[in-house]
């Protein structure tokens, strides 16, 4: 069955580092999605990507977050200088069109 | 905008008792509605959707949820409580989006043997 997938499961930083979540949504899907679950918390929308351009953002993208589809089947978020509060775990997801969304597995991002 | 309530951050259910899992929404347009589930260290997995038409739906491992519009809700049933239930689960609406959801706090389910 086809599934999305994450890499890495799980990534520690230094606080101020960059860092780079990739994702590989299923392979005929056209929309593609973060969330991201700070522990104990509910999951809370990211960004959404279409047709190679971020469609919708919450409050939390701000500036020190992008996105990118660099080679037709990854899609990355990219974190340009972590802060603690960063830490979480970032669930990439993708749909073929606007019906459910299918999760990754998730990264553990912990920022030290 | 959209938010979801889930009623009960935890539930607690004996293994063959039923168990019932609430949440309620609130959308400016009729919305889609999904329950996911995660276990421990693992991602979200969808249990079942509503979008359109039926307002029973059913699911996997038994779970079903019915959408009622005028009680805003949609809550999630599974007559028989098995071990292997015990889990996070997540109610989550959307109003065009399926991708973009807003997601309620979540209910721990905890089965007894």
């Known amino acids: 069955e086809p599934e999305v997938t994450q890499t890495p499961s799980h990534q520690v930083t230094q606080m101020g580092q960059e860092v780079i979540l990739r994702c590989v949504p299923i392979?005929?899907?056209?929309?593609f999605y973060w969330y991201r679950q700070i522990l104990g918390q509910k999951v809370e929308f990211l960004v959404s990507?279409?047709?190679?351009?971020?469609?919708?953002k919450s409050e939390i993208f701000d500036d020190q977050f992008s996105v990118e589809r660099p080679d037709g089947s990854n899609f990355t978020l990219k974190i340009r200088s972590t802060k603690l509060e960063d830490s979480a775990m970032y669930f990439c997801?993708?749909?073929?069109?606007?019906?459910?969304?299918?999760f990754g597995q998730g990264t553990r991002l912990t920022v030290v | 905008a959209q938010s979801v309530t889930q009623l009960g951050s935890h539930v607690s259910v004996s293994e063959g008792a039923l168990v019932l899992l609430r949440c309620n929404y609130s959308?400016?347009?009729?919305?889609?509605l999904f329950w996911y589930v995660q276990y421990p260290n693992q991602g979200l997995q969808l249990l079942l959707k509503?979008?359109?038409?039926?307002?029973l739906v059913k699911g996997i491992n038994g779970f079903e949820a019915e959408f009622k519009k005028s009680e805003t809700s949609f809550h999630l049933t599974k007559p028989s409580a098995h071990m292997s239930d015990a889990a996070e689960y997540f109610c989550?609406?959307?109003?065009?989006?399926?991708?973009?959801?807003?997601f309620g706090d979540g209910t721990t389910l905890t089965v007894k043997p």
């Open positions: 997801a993708s749909s073929i069109r606007n019906t459910e969304a299918f």
């Open positions: 959308s400016s347009v009729p919305p889609y």
């Open positions: 392979s005929n899907h056209l929309y």
């Open positions: 990507f279409y047709n190679n351009e971020i469609s919708e």
């Open positions: 509503y979008t359109t038409g039926a307002t």
């Open positions: 989550a609406v959307s109003e065009n989006n399926a991708g973009k959801s807003t």
